[in-house]
């Protein structure tokens, strides 16, 4: 039940507990119960708001920076890692399979900042050997959502 | 020619055949008139899925009209599909059909109900059929010479129908049998013993049934059992379903039949005067859909069953008395409680609170004191129209 709680969740961060105690069966209590646990346990990691920042004039420079890292004695591609993620500009770090070893996904205000993030924290970290960073010129998509000419449902006036 | 006596002009409406001037106009027409007039309209009016057809289906349709599918196809419909549909209802349904002679691509079930009625019925003959049921069962058989025979379902039992109660309604005159489970507009579904019975009526009485099964992929919580797939049943029931509601295809129009040979070839004799076939990319988007669009469908029936849950459960909480639907996407609550009839209730309800629902008189004599509130529908619009019944029914209670 509790996947279906987060399957509910996913979809809706809204969704209130009275609803998804209507949608599963479970009473509000469990259904609160199971939420916080979820919560607490770092199940659920964060309830989050997917935004076009087009829309409100707000500028964002996207890149994805393949990094590749040089393995150290010792030291995994967990610590190097970590090193990466630790940083707030770091959306979105995953090793990876391919070419490079690590896909960052980064937003900044502009290219410069994202320029020296790469120069002056990625580059000088300790078994980073190279880095190939891609600016993002469109989002199509996000999230799952279709940025811009998601589907309207477009029912025609009918009899049945 | 219409013959003029001299006396009076003709008028166009003269013309038209008294048969078809005798057919009640559809009662959900009128709200869609005063509803397409209105602003900020929440619709649980349209008994239509509110998903688009899964991106795969429609590239699938695409990419064949590109590459130049834009032909006839054989009158019973593509082989392809009908050997993937025989494939499907094997698996489905558990029931083999052969795709050379015993299946017939329909535009939509709609089709099929129309060319069932046309194949089978001689001037006169009964028909059985539920009522509440679907608004066009009534028509299609008046239109092909028959007569439509009516068995009231009730709250009290489900919107189930007896077996007694249709063997009561039999006659020497009664040529079939047409049942539509699950239900629209009551979201009844019947259960496998209470099916069973009616086969052995049927059997009993030598009549034909024939089972509009468009819904049976939207069940939740119960199996939906196929009629012709009860014990000896399969060569005297003619199968009808579609494509539109399992993988939101309403669009493309695409139904089949399944049944016994002979009825199959005189309705698709009756198919290729009329139809011809199928349009060639609707049959290429069916043909996608069987062969892999479950995943999607499974998905669009999960998302129903929440929005059952919050509709049904809503309605009973601001006071609506509301049976249990298992099955397609309605619910049929009982409001009559409120002292008003359902027309009156669904006409209120639309101009004051701008929330469409389709009056339960609509769908047969028995379903006044009801209205079908249709939950393929956006769960924020369905909190929504559940707040303005509440306020509706409370500003109506106080007079």
């Known amino acids: 039940m509790l996947k279906e709680i987060l399957r509910i969740l996913e979809n809706d961060p809204r969704a209130s507990p009275k609803q998804i105690a209507i949608m599963t069966g479970l009473s509000q209590d469990e259904v609160v119960k199971l939420i916080q646990q979820a919560e607490k346990d770092r199940t659920i990691l964060r309830y989050k708001t997917v935004i076009n920042w087009d829309k409100v004039g707000e500028e964002q420079v996207w890149a994805l920076i393949g990094v590749k890292l040089t393995p150290q004695k010792d030291v995994g591609f967990d610590s190097i890692a970590e090193q990466i993620y630790r940083f707030p500009q770091t959306r979105t770090v995953y090793l990876i399979s391919g070419n490079v070893d690590l896909i960052v996904i980064i937003a900044g205000k502009s290219a410069r900042e994202i320029a020296n993030f790469v120069s002056e924290k990625l580059a000088a970290i300790e078994g980073v050997q190279e880095t190939i960073t891609q600016f993002v010129l469109k989002r199509y998509k996000e999230d799952g959502e279709i940025i811009d000419g998601k589907e309207e449902i477009k029912r025609q006036p009918m009899v049945f | 020619m219409l013959v003029n006596s001299g006396q009076k002009q003709a008028q166009p409406k003269d013309f038209v055949a008294k048969k078809v001037n005798g057919l009640a106009p ?97 001037p006169g003959d009964e028909v059985i059929m539920t009522d509440p049921c679907y608004v066009a069962y009534d028509a299609c058989v008046s239109l092909a010479g028959g007569i439509p025979v009516k068995v009231p379902t009730t709250e009290e039992r489900g919107f189930e129908v007896e077996a007694d109660d249709i063997e009561s ?20 579904v019947m259960s496998r013993e209470k099916l069973r019975r009616i086969s052995e009526v049927a059997k009993r009485h030598n009549v034909l049934v024939i089972s509009d099964e468009i819904y049976s992929k939207l069940t939740y919580g119960v199996e939906p059992v196929c009629f012709a797939s009860l014990p000896g049943m399969k060569e005297s029931t003619l199968y009808l379903s579609g494509f539109s ?84 996407f309605y619910a049929f609550p009982n409001i009559k409680g409120t002292g008003m009839t359902s027309e009156g209730f669904a006409e209120k309800l639309l101009t004051e609170e701008k929330v469409a629902v389709v009056p339960g008189n609509a769908f047969g004599a028995c379903g006044e004191g009801y209205v079908r509130c249709c939950y393929a529908t956006a769960t924020d619009e369905i909190i929504e129209a559940l707040d303005r019944m509440q306020r509706f029914l409370s500003k109506h209670r106080k007079r």
């Not at chain 2, 509110?50 to 699938?60: K, M, Q, S």
């Not at chain 2, 593509?78 to 059909?97: F, G, T, V, W």
């Not at chain 2, 309604?169 to 009844?188: E, H, Q, R, S, V």
């Open chain 2, 169 to 188: 309604a039999i006659t020497d005159k009664t040529k079939a049998i047409l049942i539509g489970y699950p239900a629209n507009p009551t979201g009844a």
């Open chain 2, 245 to 328: 509601k399992a993988f939101a295809m309403t669009g493309w129009r695409v139904g089949f039949a399944a049944g016994p040979k002979d009825i199959i070839a005189a309705m698709t004799k009756i198919h290729q005067y009329t139809i011809m076939c199928v349009p060639i990319m609707s049959q290429i988007a069916a043909t996608e859909a069987l062969k892999s669009g479950e995943a999607a469908s499974l998905e669009m029936v999960q998302d129903y069953n929440r929005r059952r849950l919050i509709m049904v459960t809503g309605l009973k909480e601001i006071g609506l008395p509301c049976f249990e639907p298992k099955g397609a």
């Open chain 2, 26 to 122: 559809s009662g959900i027409r009128r709200f869609f008139d005063l509803l397409s007039s209105m602003d900020g309209v929440i619709s649980l009016g349209i008994g239509e899925p509110d998903f688009t057809t899964p991106w795969h289906i429609r590239e699938t349709a695409i990419d064949a009209i590109k590459k130049g599918y834009t032909m006839y196809t054989s009158n019973a419909g593509m082989p392809e599909l009908r050997k993937e549909l025989a494939r499907y209802l094997m698996s489905e349904s558990k029931i083999n059909y052969d795709p050379d002679d015993e299946l017939l691509i329909t535009v939509g079930v709609s089709e099929a109900l129309d060319l069932a009625m046309r194949a089978i019925l001689d």
